[in-house]
């Protein structure tokens, strides 16, 4: 099938085989000249490995297309793939990845500053984000390759040398089994035997009087059943990368607020009604099995994390940038870990994070800088949507100069940290009727007096919080590819492991009949199938030739082999 | 009596029961007769199985008492790794009816399920994230994959000893030595924590964590003691020296600590009885596995990890990936456990082939099956308890 210098081998049954052939297709008679492929040598058993069929992989190593075909179908290399990705996955786990340090850390620094010098060299060899690193990817591509290559090597060989096999095996092919026996009687009840055989559901074929007992030959192809798996599970999982396939967004969502779920392409909305945090109670009744391990923890333990949304879908498309959406309530709905909500084109929100208590809005109140129970009005700033001025009843105008959701003072200035109001503080301008504007720095616990001579000061009667949730919105159409590529690995490695392919060669020779017995594994349990097939047919049992080797060298060796 | 009292009781008696079980099958040893050693083989299976379902007993009530499956932290989970260790066992027994197996697969049993009993053992709740059927799904799976695998740890190693040539010291018998003295190191553990807890030991230290003085507790004397720590009990043994400052975290020093007590108490362990048998351990326990067939322990050992890789691709990849993708929305997150449940698979994935494809049998397979166990038991201590990760929850 594959060279141009197709030599081809006749055996003296009169079957021609492909070159390259090592043991007869059909006979199994072992071809002298190609012994060296599968290392046989004349004094030992025959390696049965794929059948002694003719693999290209053995058989043409000459142009640059057969050594780079050689060298991905080596087990030796598929191996040693394998032990290089293994190693690279180790080291990958001495310090954590990038994505798994605290939010906010810059890797630049944190991996020296945690770990020291090892950590920076962890950190300039990119080890901090081994499993997306090129090389890893490429190791991952060559094990592939090697898959692919090393099963199409075996299997297309070994499918058609099986399909092939005649019961009658040439003498040297009988002589050279792992199990084998002679008998001399005469006296054989072959219908028992073919009995037996069939109640423990071997197939018979028979020519000649020679008979193959075969079952299970199926196990033969859970290898490559399996990898066609493997190939698939890698295939899906490059899928990823195109982003139709994949996407992976985060959505913070406030109580009361409703937003547009990213990624829906502005279709989809959803409110957040709640946000519950509950944690475990040890003085209730119902978990007072946890009272003992609860009572050590210094911190309360988490029992759940739940968004309370309401889902909506857009009515008036198609969308128009900037025009108010129409919404119909699609569901009510809520975001459990451990139970995602579905929407619609395999979109799910998961609940991933979240905020507590961050303020909405906040009340302040004008009054004399020496009299708190003063009081010329009042006004709420709402801390998404601040206005520019507050007019209080009075006449007085307040200006908000600046706003710094969350704040911090560094070296007497106020500098900003984020955009959450976790900790907001303001710049206010108060404008009274026919005075001064007087400035002010207002926050919680601060109240700073800009200039020192103000006659007014803004303090703080009330403010309102609420949660945020932290939701990330995914999408995966690579997940049935890849559910499909694990089945059939699943199926492919039990059909490979939890059977075993077993033959039997029946052969009479002058008054009475060889026996020989081949497994591709399990050689226990094929030597008991065969004990019992004999027993009452008057064959006696063969002998397992290669236990017979190691007893011998045993005593040779004083009950140790020593290699 | 309470359900969960019931419950360590039952732990308790299948812990004795599989120790008598272990001396029943360290009698065949020696018997000669072929009758008698199989009865004494059946004694010992059959008690075996009593342990079994006693210890069966203990998983339900302590389910019932806890409300969930009790394979929640690492107590849990490594006695329900014990049990299933004990089940692969059986099965294995059943197949190829060897004692010796017994001999040695029961014993890592015993030491797994002590080791276990060092942890926390209250029943603890349950956070979010591990609310799921999921979590006995692919748990218990996992667990059942990773102790089928481990029989063939126990199989590799009654082939090494039964073969590897004694004579002279080797590399061979000096990595063999050490493959008893760590399994002696877990031995020592347990008898030092033991004693330890038993005494109510606890110094206190006070030092740096993160830029904040933090206060650590040892429950073992401290050899080692926290980076630029203060000791803050009285009069307490110690430290001889302090713990390397990259060893990060709160827990890295009593940890450090506690690795050097158990490898202290393995040298004790092992140096005794080297006094005793005056010749290497292994050397030793060599006569007494004359009658095993190298042969058929090498395909016990074989045919577990053929038995047990499916079940762990099953447990401890595919059911795992599914609950990653419901709980933390993605399937494949490289968490330091997953990572390590890969080189698992990927190790087990190459024994396979070299022993299939390039004829590696008896004795580099066994020694492929001592590594295997190696990484096995990494992934369960040393990922749980050294690299934190989504999985710490021990």
């Known amino acids: 099938m594959w060279g141009i210098y197709m030599s081809k081998i006749t055996c003296e049954c009169g079957h021609v085989n492909p070159e390259g052939t090592v043991l007869c297709e059909a006979c199994g008679k072992p071809f002298e000249a190609n012994q060296h492929l599968n290392n046989n040598k004349p004094e030992q058993l025959l390696n049965m490995r794929y059948d002694g069929s003719a693999r290209r992989s053995q058989t043409y190593q000459r142009t640059f297309i057969d050594k780079t075909w050689n060298f991905f179908s080596s087990v030796k290399i598929g191996v040693s793939i394998i032990i290089v990705i293994v190693v690279a996955s180790a080291l990958g786990t001495i310090f954590p990845q990038e994505m798994y340090l605290p939010p906010g850390s810059d890797p630049s620094t944190h991996y020296k500053d945690q770990y020291g010098i090892l950590g920076q060299i962890y950190y300039q060899l990119g080890f901090h984000n081994l499993y997306s690193s090129w090389w890893y990817l490429l190791l991952l591509a060559m094990l592939g390759i090697s898959i692919v290559i090393a099963s199409i090597d075996r299997f297309v060989p070994l499918y058609k040398t099986l399909k092939k096999q005649k019961p009658k095996r040439h003498p040297n092919f009988m002589k050279k089994q792992r199990i084998f026996g002679e008998t001399d009687s005469g006296n054989i009840d072959y219908k028992k035997l073919k009995a037996n055989l069939k109640s423990k559901r071997y197939n018979l074929y028979e020519e000649d009087g020679n008979i193959l007992a075969e079952k299970n030959r199926f196990s033969r192809w859970g290898p490559y059943v399996n990898h066609i798996g493997l190939i698939i599970v890698l295939l899906g999982a490059m899928l990823r990368f195109v982003p139709a396939m994949y996407m992976d967004e985060f959505l913070w969502v406030r109580e009361g607020e409703t937003k547009q779920i990213v990624g829906t392409d502005g279709i989809y909305y959803m409110k957040n009604k709640d946000f519950i945090l509950e944690t475990y109670d040890m003085e209730d009744e119902g978990n007072s099995q946890f009272r003992e391990s609860l009572q050590k923890q210094s911190a309360p333990v988490p029992e759940n994390y739940q968004t309370n949304a309401v889902i909506y879908k857009r009515t008036d498309l198609p969308v128009v940038p900037g025009k108010e959406p129409e919404l119909k309530k699609v569901k009510e709905a809520e975001a459990r870990v451990n139970h995602p909500i579905p929407l619609e084109n395999g979109i799910s929100l998961y609940q991933a994070s979240y905020q507590l208590n961050e303020f909405s809005s906040m009340t302040f109140k004008l009054h004399d800088k020496g009299d708190e129970d003063s009081n010329y009005g009042e006004f709420t700033v709402d801390l998404i949507e601040p206005k520019d001025e507050y007019k209080l009843d009075n006449g007085t105008v307040v200006r908000l100069e600046r706003y710094f959701p969350e704040f911090e003072l560094d070296d007497g200035e106020p500098k900003q940290v984020s955009k959450f109001p976790r900790n907001p503080a303001f710049i206010f301008e108060v404008d009274a009727p026919g005075e001064e504007t007087e400035v002010s720095f207002a926050g919680i616990g601060v109240n700073i007096d800009a200039s020192g001579n103000n006659d007014y000061k803004l303090g703080l009667t009330n403010f309102e919080t609420r949660d945020v949730t932290g939701l990330t919105v995914k999408k995966d159409y690579t997940l049935p590819i890849i559910a499909v590529g694990a089945a059939i690995f699943m199926i492919g490695v039990i059909q490979g492991m939890y059977w075993n392919h077993r033959r039997i060669w029946i052969q009479p020779k002058g008054a009475g009949v060889w026996v020989a017995g081949h497994t591709n594994k399990n050689w226990f349990a094929l030597k008991k199938d065969i004990d019992r097939t004999l027993e009452g047919t008057g064959i006696a049992f063969p002998v397992d030739q290669q236990e017979e080797k190691d007893a011998e060298e045993r005593r040779k060796d004083d009950g140790i082999i020593s290699d | ?394």
Request: glycine share 8%; no cysteine.
């Open chain 2, 1 to 394: 009596m309470e359900l969960s009292a019931i419950s360590s009781n039952l732990l308790y008696a299948s812990f004795f029961i599989y120790l008598i079980a272990t001396f029943i099958f360290g009698a065949t040893v020696k018997m000669t007769n072929e009758k008698t050693n199989r009865k004494l083989g059946n004694v010992g299976i059959g008690l075996t199985v009593v342990g079994f379902l006693t210890q069966i007993g203990y998983f339900i009530t302590r389910w019932i008492a806890a409300g969930h499956a009790p394979v929640s932290n690492l107590f849990e989970f490594m006695t329900f790794f014990g049990m299933m260790l004990v089940f692969g066992f059986i099965v294995l027994f059943l197949i190829y009816r060897i004692t010796l197996l017994g001999l040695f697969a029961l014993p890592v049993a015993l030491l797994v399920i002590a080791y276990a009993s060092m942890f926390p053992t209250e029943i603890s709740p349950l956070v979010p994230s591990l609310k799921s059927h999921w979590l006995y799904i692919h748990v218990t799976t996992a667990a059942l994959g990773q102790a089928i695998l481990a029989i063939s740890f126990a199989a590799g190693l009654i082939y090494l000893i039964r073969q590897v040539n004694q004579e002279k010291a080797t590399k061979r018998t000096r990595w063999l030595e050490f493959v008893l003295f760590a399994l002696m190191s877990a031995l020592g553990y347990i008898v030092v924590a033991s004693g330890f807890g038993a005494a109510d030991y606890k110094t206190v230290f006070e030092a740096p964590v993160n830029e904040q003085m933090t206060e650590i507790t040892y429950e073992m004397p401290a050899i080692a003691g926290p980076n630029g720590g203060e000791l803050v009990t009285e009069g307490a043994f110690g430290p001889l020296f302090e713990t390397p400052g990259w060893m990060q975290g709160v827990n890295a020093p009593v940890k450090f600590n506690t690795i050097i007590w158990s490898f202290l108490a393995g040298l004790v362990i092992y140096g005794l009885l080297r006094l005793i048998l005056r010749k290497r351990i292994a050397k030793s326990i060599q006569p007494l596995l004359k009658s095993a067939s190298p042969r058929l322990v090498d395909e016990v050992s074989y045919r577990s990890v053929a038995i047990g890789f499916p079940v762990f691709t099953l447990g401890a990849i595919i059911f795992a990936s599914i609950w990653a993708q419901e709980a933390w929305d993605r399937f494949w997150g490289w968490d330091p456990k997953e990572v390590w449940a890969l080189i698992t698979w990927l190790f087990y994935a190459a024994f396979l082939h070299l022993r299939l494809t390039r004829g590696w049998e008896g004795e580099r397979s066994a020694w492929l099956a001592v590594i295997g166990f190696a990484i096995i038991m990494f992934n369960l201590l040393a990922v749980n308890l050294i690299i934190s990760g989504l999985h710490s929850y021990a």
